[in-house]
């Protein structure tokens, strides 16, 4: 029996989430449709391709040597379809970006109405997220990070350098103690990470500017984190370029502030295909056309 070459995509879709739940859900299929699409390939191959256990699905011998087969058969269907999807120097097909929420939400969702707007054909998915998805297992095909990337066969690039600074509501200011320097900041409550929900240790911000600092009020998100400090439940670290925006916030001990970089990323071949450059090229463009509101300081 010839094997299903459309059998593929589930194969690398439970590689990667070795899960076949996970992977029907990935695909928009139900998990009989995906346990039977790998039966047949594994009946057609001769040869089975994962174990069942109860923690997920393990790749067998035959399916860790399939594997980076799969993936260069990915690739290449990749650039098949990208071959005829950009006449007249537009793009099309689906473009999937991750990013923290805080530059996802308050900077990039507005932004990318002009790329679609230039590229109606184009399908675009932002996922604005306290935490990092993969490239490696194509959950995303660009990803924003704080951290400084450092896997193989990624291409990435550094967009911008960006603040971040204390602010609390104008209310609570005008209602509470005098903030003259930072041990006055002992007399507040301060508003920061979940620490076992912190997934890069490159957030730690509130520490980094007042190293005694103990939060009152904890969110997973920057949003979150902005919403408790404009109800003027106490004093939080946000980057100028979210803050700035916010009439109702104002810069508490304005001449501590900290600084990060953004790192945009995406896997070296995929980077090829003309979605995704084009897409990166206009994110790239979008923040440094906007660098002084990353970086100027909020009076």
């Given at each position: ?5 459309d059998d593929?995509?589930f194969?690398?879709s439970?590689s990667r989430?070795s899960s076949f739940v996970?992977?029907a859900q990935?695909l928009?299929v139900?998990?009989?449709?995906v346990?039977?699409r790998?039966s047949a390939?594994?009946?057609a ?5 994962f174990?069942?256990t109860?923690r997920?699905?393990?790749a ?7 594997l980076p087969i799969a993936e260069?058969?990915?690739?290449a269907?990749l ?5 005829v999807?950009h006449?007249?120097?537009?793009v ?7 990013c ?5 939400n308050c900077?990039l969702?507005q932004?990318?109405?002009?790329l ?7 399908e ?7 935490f990092?998805?993969?490239l490696s297992?194509?959950e995303v095909d ?9 896997a193989k066969k990624i291409?990435?690039?550094n967009i911008?350098d960006y ?7 104008a209310?609570?200011?005008n209602?509470s103690?005098a903030?003259k ?9 301060l508003?920061g990470?979940?620490?076992?929900l ?16 103990q939060?009152?009020f904890?969110?997973s ?6 919403s ?5 439940i ?12 916010e009439?109702e916030l ?5 001449e501590?502030w900290i600084?990060r970089?953004?790192?945009?990323q ?8 003309s979605r995704?450059?084009?897409?990166m090229d206009f994110?790239?463009s979008a923040?440094?056309s906007n ?5 100027s300081?909020i009076?």
């Open positions: 029996m010839n094997p299903n070459w593929i995509r194969f690398l439970v989430t996970a992977a990935q928009h139900t998990h009989c449709t346990s039977r790998i390939l594994e009946a191959l001769g040869a089975e391709l174990i069942r109860e997920g699905c393990l067998t011998h035959a399916g860790e040597k399939l260069e058969l990915e690739r269907a650039k098949f379809q990208d071959c999807s006449a007249d120097g537009q099309s097909g689906k473009i999937r970006i991750g923290p929420d805080g530059l996802g900077f969702a932004k990318l109405k002009l679609q707007t230039q590229n109606p054909l184009l675009v998915e932002l996922v604005s997220v306290p990092y998805y993969s297992k194509r660009i990803i924003i990070t704080v951290k400084k990337p450092g291409v990435s690039e911008t603040k971040l600074g204390l602010f609390a509501s209310h609570y200011i209602t103690c903030i320097e930072l041990s006055d900041l002992k007399q507040h409550k508003i990470y979940i620490d076992d912190l997934y890069d240790q490159e957030l730690r911000f509130i520490e980094e500017i007042y190293p005694s600092a939060t009152g904890r969110s998100t920057v949003l979150g984190q902005m408790a400090i404009k109800a003027g106490g004093i939080g670290v946000l980057p100028f370029f979210m803050a700035r925006e009439a104002v810069p508490v001990l304005p501590r600084e970089k953004f790192w945009i995406a896997d070296a071949e995929s980077k090829k295909i995704v450059k084009k897409t994110i790239v923040i440094r660098k002084s509101i990353f970086t300081p009076c």
